[in-house]
């Protein structure tokens, strides 16, 4: 297949006089705007678009950008080479579609809206497509050259950005100004925001997009065109049934962004912390506009309550990681409501927030007046659910099982609080299996998350709180408690383990055994704390005592002499549902038979009454504390 380069100008002429006009009337609404006004009012004449399927996008395509040379083939974005429509992922000189605002910048995905959004899909060279990846748009030094030749786009090595070719730059420009418009974080929509500088996604995939003054040169130096106009219109007619109005008021791009607004006049009111929980802090205020309306608001966190205040003329980019005790995030207007998550527990944090208006070197914010603050502490809630016993039994390996303890004084309930049981696999960073928590988990009691249900039961006689193929540790395997997340997104509260590391040979290591946490440890631990823990060397399902821990056994020696022997322990009056571990206190009272120890053992606390004798004829007594 040849690839043809792209000579459009006559025929696109009247490809365009074939097609509609803008409605009568589209616009009205937005008459006489600018700022932040005239986009608000923009995205409610273009939002509730009819929505695409991901997969139909591929056949819209081969409409939306027919070769008007050649009804058979597409035009490719970026290097405006002619493809054959059924060239559809053909390889290395086949087509796919090709997201302009990159889904990464935001991770919507391919799922409807933003992600089907014919207005920023277009057909694209696989491989030129692979290698602009979700780049930001900046000028270039060096010319990329695809393996069919030369592009015409340029990238800086270095410096994820890419240039396209002079013919399509406002074209563009154009995509990107419409998604910013159309996306503005209702109905839980993303919320896409055009920035003056590039690295945009970064590692968390902001929903921003770089480079807002090269994209306002582009649009200027590359003016709107007979093929973007036609685009626009089968768009609105065939298939979403609305418009780039970039393209059809060009002007409007300058109104918005090209001409700066006035500072915001006025400060947010009621600005408060609203609820709170052990890792999260929920603020809210009042926009509280006036003559001049802000674009966005600053709003700052840290754990020490000195500030300083935004510059004019420096953008800063969302700071979410909390964990140095500081972090901030911009906020869009109209919002008046920010959750920061992945917070410590028993933390004080302070808050300040700036109104701002403009981008990139233009903006303005408003640092004079009385500026907005608040004070609170997050709840001691996570400092009470800790690991307390690792399962990974010698003679069934599906009776596996973690157990949890609630050593607090109140009910967690996981509907109302995020909580995740992790494993990570033999140390490596892309082996994590994260399990949601549900149900609750009542004060001094335990929850039970195990490999299979039925050989769980089967095994024990009893059924877990919850079942999941991520307890699948088999000795060498780390699990993790986080709080308002996964291991990407919650905060680590309590390990078993150490992350990254192979539990193989390490202190850790549970193998074919059991690792119970000490009686007194009640304190959750975000690193691994041996002393705290008691694992045994072989152990089988016999030795296993789920749904049981911190428990205060006396010995009453009803059955036998024998420690092992759970019919000669009383638990609060009531024969024991197991002997002795590690997550038991002892008291040895003195009857008329006492306890022999025979086999391995454990407790971390042990009492022996007046006259009391404990002997160890065979096997070990291993004590915690």
């Known amino acids: 297949m040849k690839k043809a380069l792209f000579i459009i100008l006559f025929l696109l002429v009247y490809f365009y006089s074939s097609q509609g006009q803008i409605p009568s009337g589209y616009y009205d609404s937005a008459s006489g705007l600018s700022g932040v006004a005239l986009k608000t009012v923009l995205n ?8 695409r399927i991901y997969d139909s996008v591929k056949f819209d395509l081969r409409v939306t950008d027919e070769d008007p040379n050649n009804s058979d ?18 390889g290395s000189e086949g087509w796919n579609r090709e997201h302009v605002w990159s889904k990464s910048h935001g991770d919507f995905g391919n799922t409807p ?108 130096s590359d003016p709107v065109d007979a093929w973007e ?37 006025n400060h947010v009111t009621s600005f408060s912390v609203g609820s709170a929980t052990s890792s999260s802090l929920v603020l809210t205020w009042d926009d509280n506009d006036g003559a001049n309306l802000a674009d ?17 003329g420096v953008e800063n980019s969302n700071d979410t990681d909390i964990s140095d005790g500081s972090g901030h995030v911009n906020v869009s ?31 303005d914010y408003k640092t004079d007046g009385t500026i907005p603050n608040a004070t609170t502490s997050t709840s001691t809630e996570n400092l009470s659910l800790i690991i307390s016993e690792v399962v990974d039994p010698n003679d069934v390996y599906q009776a596996r099982f973690v157990e949890l303890y609630n050593a607090g004084i109140s009910t967690i309930d996981f509907g109302n609080d995020t909580w995740y049981l992790c494993r990570q696999a033999n140390g490596s960073s892309t082996s994590w299996g994260n399990i949601l928590l549900t149900g609750s988990i009542n004060a001094k ?10 050989s769980f039961n089967t095994s ?45 040979g390490e202190d850790w290591e549970y193998e074919d055994s059991k690792a119970v946490r000490k009686y007194l440890d009640t304190i959750p631990s975000a690193s691994w704390q041996a002393e705290q823990w008691i694992i045994n060397s072989v152990a089988n399902v016999e030795h296993m005592t789920p749904g049981w821990h911190h428990t205060s056994l006396i010995w009453t020696g009803t059955q036998s002499s024998s420690w092992k022997d759970k019919d000669n322990w009383a638990d609060g009056g009531n024969n024991s549902d197991y002997p002795p571990d590690a997550g038991c206190k002892i008291n040895i009272s003195t009857t008329s038979i006492q306890p022999i120890i025979s086999t391995e053992s454990a407790c971390d606390i042990i009492e022996l009454n007046t006259g009391a004798v404990l002997t160890i004829s065979t096997g070990s007594l291993i004590i915690g504390h």
């Open 229 to 265: 106009i036609n685009r626009n219109n089968i768009i609105y007619t065939d298939y979403q049934n609305n418009r780039n109005p970039y393209i059809d008021h060009p002007e409007y791009v300058d109104l918005i962004w090209g001409n700066p607004n006035s500072e915001p006049s």
């Open 333 to 363: 207007h109209g919002d008046e409501t920010y959750t920061f998550t992945r917070l410590s527990a028993n933390i004080t944090y302070y808050f300040k927030i700036f109104p701002y208006a403009n981008f990139g070197t233009n903006i």
């Open 113 to 220: 809206p933003a992600g089907t959004d014919l207005h920023h899909l277009r057909p694209a060279d696989i491989s030129v497509n692979s290698t602009k990846s979700n780049r930001d748009f900046d000028f270039g030094t060096i010319e990329v050259i695809d393996g069919s030749g030369a592009t015409g786009c340029k990238i800086i090595p270095g410096v994820w950005a890419w240039e396209p070719r002079d013919s399509e730059k406002g074209d563009v420009a154009r995509m990107i100004f419409y998604m910013a418009t159309r996306y503005e974080g209702e109905n839980s929509e993303v919320d896409l925001e055009i920035v003056d500088y590039v690295n945009t996604a970064g590692t968390t995939n902001e929903p921003f997009y770089g480079k807002l003054s090269t994209l306002l040169l582009w649009h200027a």
């Open 73 to 90: 083939n597409i035009i490719c974005l970026y290097t405006g080479w002619s493809y054959a429509k059924s060239a559809w992922d053909a």
């Open 445 to 454: 009691d335990t929850y039970v998350v195990s490999y299979n249900e039925t």
């Open 460 to 504: 024990y006689s009893i059924y877990p709180d919850k079942y999941n193929g991520n307890i699948s540790g088999n000795g060498n395997d780390g699990y993790f408690l986080y709080s308002g997340g996964d291991n990407n997104t919650g905060v680590l509260i309590d390990a078993f383990g150490v992350i990254d590391i192979d539990g193989s």
């Open 44 to 51: 409610n004449i273009i939002d509730g678009h009819t929505e």
């Open 296 to 312: 966005k608001f600053f709003l700052m966190i840290n754990n020490t309550g000195s500030f300083m205040s935004p510059v004019d």
